[in-house]
T-cell receptor
Framework: GAVVSQHPSWVICKSGTSVKIECRSL??????MFWYRQFPKQSLMLMAT?????????EQGVEKDKFLINHASLTLSTLTVTSAHPEDSSFYIC??????????????FGPGTRLTVL | GDSVTQMEGPVTLSEEAFLTINCTYT??????LFWYVQYPGEGLQLLLK?????DKGSNKGFEATYRKETTSFHLEKGSVQVSDSAVYFC???????????FGRGTSLIVHP
């Protein structure tokens, strides 16, 4: 089946620094990638949707200047948390949908990245 | 708006016990319903789904029935194994959207 990887799996950083999280589709071309955030004991909340080669579409309440998303190729999307603060500590999960898939087909999820901001 | 409520965990069972994880939903229209499973260190995987009322989704011994009258989609398995230990997410999707609405997830721990 389709595999999506994320790197790093966990990261600890100091407040004020920026952190980049990579999401890769390993065996298919992902025309659309999604970024989710999950707080402890909470459901996954969609942050943004990105299509290859175009700007990401952010959900209401998500700061696009703080959470920079780049989907430069059909196999890679990156999420950069800029000037991270402790409240940004969370579990970030990406997912991908391949080209040719029906719009209602399920997405393939990455294993997530645990971000801790000190 | 749409929402999914599932029972809080962790659910702790002995091997071969019967499993039920409750899930209820609120949605406009007629949603499709899903169960995803996340094994330790891995991404969410689709476990099963049902797209209309009274449909039963099943996979790997798990099953869930779309109950419109009770707006529920409870996950069941007759005999769990240690390898079933994971976090289970109930989710729904409405209309032509490809974005699921997830529940909070329920952790299942199965002891030998």
């Amino acid at each position: 089946g389709a595999v999506v990887s994320q790197h790093p799996s966990w990261v600890i950083c100091k407040s004020g620094t920026s952190v980049k999280i990579e999401c890769r589709s390993l065996d298919f071309q992902a025309t659309t990638m999604f970024w989710y955030r999950q707080f402890p004991k909470q459901s996954l909340m969609l942050m943004a949707t990105s299509n290859e080669g175009s700007k990401a579409t952010y959900e209401q309440g998500v700061e696009k200047d703080k959470f920079l998303i780049n989907h430069a190729s059909l196999t890679l999307s990156t999420l950069t948390v800029t000037s991270a603060h402790p409240e940004d500590s969370s579990f970030y999960i990406c997912s991908a949908r391949g080209s040719g898939q029906n719009i209602t087909d399920t997405q393939y999820f990455g294993p997530g990245t645990r971000l801790t901001v000190l | 708006g749409d929402s999914v409520t599932q029972m809080e965990g962790p659910v702790t069972l002995s091997e071969e016990a019967f499993l039920t994880i409750n899930c209820t939903y609120t949605a406009t229209g007629y949603p499709s319903l899903f169960w995803y499973v996340q094994y330790p260190g891995e991404g969410l995987q689709l476990l099963l789904k049902a797209t209309k009322a009274d449909d039963k989704g099943s996979n790997k011994g798990f099953e869930a029935t779309y109950r419109k009258e009770t707006t529920s989609f409870h996950l069941e398995k007759g005999s769990v194994q240690v390898s079933d230990s994971a976090v289970y997410f109930c989710a729904l999707r409405t209309g032509g959207s490809y974005i699921p609405t997830f529940g909070r997830g329920t952790s299942l721990i199965v002891h030998p």
